[in-house]
Every structure is written in structure tokens, then in C-alpha cells.
């Protein structure tokens, strides 16, 4: 069976993103350096097992398209991560003065969402 090793999204700031994931979720940062291609930086952050590479060009401001990314061909529309505890996730995310919305139970877990400062959003799952 195949699994999915990582997922590589364009941020304007990778290090920023890399500590609010490592604050919310504990993940660690696994690599951080210059992009593959000599042009931009890269921050890998995650467990063991799978992580998000954060990538930045070379000139810190990549482009962002206007429009929701749910009606945009290839556009990011969340990453999901699951957690233990939901509520105290939730508490955690709120304490940083982010905003969540988008709460549902259904089968079979919960789920919440929230805006990342750099536009990304998270859906965070929890199937205990």
C-alpha cells in the first residue's frame, strides 16, 4: 500500500508557518535549507513519518491568485490533520488568536477549521 510521504504548498513565510505547526501540533522541523532548484527556501516540518514542505521563491512574495481556492484548478484548499483531543487542539488554536469556524460532527469524527496569517487553512480531525 502506498502513503502519502509529504505535500509541498508556497508560503510567503516557511519558517513562520513551521512554528505555528510545531506550537499546535508538536511536529519538529526536519530539514530546512535552499530550494532544489538554487531559487527560494524550503522548511520540511512534521513527524517521522510525513511532513509539509513550506516553500518560498527566491523573492519571499510569492504571487497569490485572487478567488477562493475551491474554484481554482490545482488550488490548496485545506491540509487535514488529526489529533487526539480536538477540543483541546481547538483551545490552543483560539489562544493564538486565531478565529475557527466550519465546526461538524459526522462520521465518524468531528472537525473544525481555521485561517492560517499565512493563508493557508488547516482542518484539524479528531476519530476518538
Known sequence: ???LEHVNVT???????AALLGELFGWKVRW???ALSGAGYTVHVGTKDTYVALYTGSDGDPVTPSGTSYNRI??????????DDLDATEMKV?????KT?????????RRFYFDTPYDIEIEVISYT
Not at 483560539?94 to 486565531?98: R, T
Open 11 to 17: 508560503v510567503a513565510d516557511p519558517q513562520g508557518m
Open 101 to 109: 469556524h466550519s465546526h461538524a460532527d459526522y462520521e465518524p469524527g
Open 94 to 98: 483560539m489562544a493564538l488568536g486565531l
Open 1 to 3: 500500500m502506498a502513503q
Open 32 to 34: 530546512e535549507g535552499a
Open 74 to 83: 490545482a488550488g490548496l484548499n485545506h491540509i487535514g490533520v488529526i489529533v
